[in-house]
C-alpha cells in the first residue's frame, strides 16, 4: 500500500470518522479490500488501524479482504511471506506485528495473531449478480482491479460497492484507475479516493 494512504487515513478518515462517536462510545469500523490478493492490502490496513486504535481507545475494527482465487486467499490465510515481500513495511511495525521463522535460513515471517484475528477471508467474483455476505462497510478499497474489465462492467460493479458503502463513506481506487465520478453519489476529495455522498441506485 503506497504510503500516502496511511497519512490520509490518520490524518483525514479516521478522525472524521470517530467525530460522531458519543462520549464513552466506541466506532467499529468496517473496512473491505475488494481484491485482496495474497493479503497485502489487508494486513498493511490492520497494522495501520491497530496503531490508531492505540492511542484512540474509542476505536474498534473489523477487515473483510475478498477474491476471487482461493489459492491467493490460502496464502492470504497462512499469513506467511518472503521476507523480502515485507520490505515496504517500516521497521517500527515489523519489529511489533511480524513474527521471524525459527528456521533463520527461511527467511519468512508471518503476521501475528491479534492482526490476523482482525481480518476475515471470504471468496467473492465481483461480477456476482449480489454480494450477499458483504455488509455495510465505511471504508472499501478497490485498488487496481478495474482496469480489466470493460467500462460497462466497471459501472455496474462501481454501482454494486457503493451499495455496501455507507453514506460518507471512502472509496479508495488504484492510482491507474480513472473512473466518471460524476455519475456516482460520489465527490473526489483527493486523487484515487472517493467519500460517498447519497445513495447507490443503478
Known sequence: MGSPIPIFLEKKVLPELLSSVPTGGTKKLSVWSAACSRGHEPYTLAMVLFEYA????????????????????KVAQKAVYAHEEIEPVPMMLRKKYLLRSKDRSKNMVRIVPQLRS?????????????????????????????????????????????????????????????????????????????????????
Open 54 to 73: 492505540a492511542q484512540h481507545k474509542n476505536l474498534d475494527f473489523s477487515i473483510l479482504g475478498t477474491d476471487i482465487s482461493t489459492g491467493v486467499l
Open 118 to 202: 482482525k481480518v476475515r477471508l471470504l471468496r467473492l467474483n465481483l461480477m456476482n449478480k449480489h454480494y450477499t455476505a458483504i455488509e455495510q462497510m465505511d471504508i472499501i478499497f478497490c485498488r487496481n482491479v478495474m482496469i480489466y474489465f470493460e467500462r460497462e462492467t466497471q459501472n455496474q460493479i462501481m454501482y454494486k460497492l457503493l451499495n455496501h458503502l455507507k453514506p460518507g463513506g471512502y472509496l479508495f481506487m488504484g492510482h491507474s484507475e480513472v473512473i466518471q465520478y460524476a455519475q456516482f453519489p460520489l465527490k473526489s476529495v483527493q486523487s484515487t479516493i472517493y467519500q460517498k455522498v447519497g445513495n447507490a441506485k443503478e
